[in-house]
């Protein structure tokens, strides 16, 4: 049976999260969101450098359902 040469070449492939910041942040203390495959990662804008929280999608979407529905206002 014939062999084939293949020249491996690295390709770089972008896999860095696309960060979102609210529209509300008037400064640069905000928190930040981005979403990969598997998790929703969470950031503080003042420091992106330190590793961000991480959850899974059934995690944050019950923190949006209790988030609309006033779960963490303050009274």
């Not at 990662?41 to 450098?49: A, E, I, T």
Request: aromatic letters at 8%; one cysteine or more; charged letters at 20%.
């Amino acid at each position: 049976m014939p062999t084939r040469k293949v020249k491996a070449r690295q390709v770089k492939i972008d896999n860095s999260p696309q960060w979102q910041k609210s529209s509300y942040c008037g400064t640069n203390a905000c928190v930040e969101v981005a979403q990969t495959s598997d998790a929703v990662l969470v950031r503080d804008s003042k420091n992106p450098q330190n590793a961000p929280l991480a959850f899974t999608t059934d995690e944050w979407s019950a923190f949006l359902q209790g988030v609309q529905a006033g779960e963490f206002t303050q009274k």
